[in-house]
Nanobody, 127 residues
């Protein structure tokens, strides 16, 4: 069983920064696709960023240039560095992982493609 636990969320004013972490435990497959998704009240869950085993990344247009996804394989930890935060970024942020997606499927940022999910960490950006 794979478990994912997010941390690092909080409240910040517009223009501020936050760094989210996702710690993975259990059996970790060598080939993977990991990503961050977010969901605001009344809205559908949307993909934010993904990274595959080779380090290739993909971002939603709304966060490109402001968010950076990275991973530390030695610590089985995924990160999301967020700068220049906007009120529109307010949402519950979820870490997700899948161990069967190829690079094409990984970069599509589709929540239905991911099998493992964390419980989320709240990010609130005030104007």
């Amino acid at each position: 069983q794979v478990q994912l636990v997010e941390s690092g969320g909080g409240s910040v004013q517009a223009g501020g920064s936050l760094r989210l972490s996702c710690a993975a435990s259990g059996y970790i497959y060598r080939s993977y696709c990991m990503g961050w998704f977010r969901q605001a009240p009344g809205k559908e869950r949307e993909g934010v960023a993904v990274i595959d085993r080779d380090g290739a990344t993909s971002y939603a247009d709304s966060v490109k240039g402001r968010f950076t996804i990275s991973e530390d394989s030695a610590k089985n930890t995924l990160y999301l560095q967020m700068i220049s935060l906007k009120p529109e970024d307010t949402a519950m942020y979820y870490c997700a992982a899948d161990y069967g997606l190829g690079s094409y499927g990984c970069r599509k940022l589709r929540s239905a493609s991911f099998d493992y999910w964390g419980q989320g960490t709240q990010v609130t950006v005030s104007s």
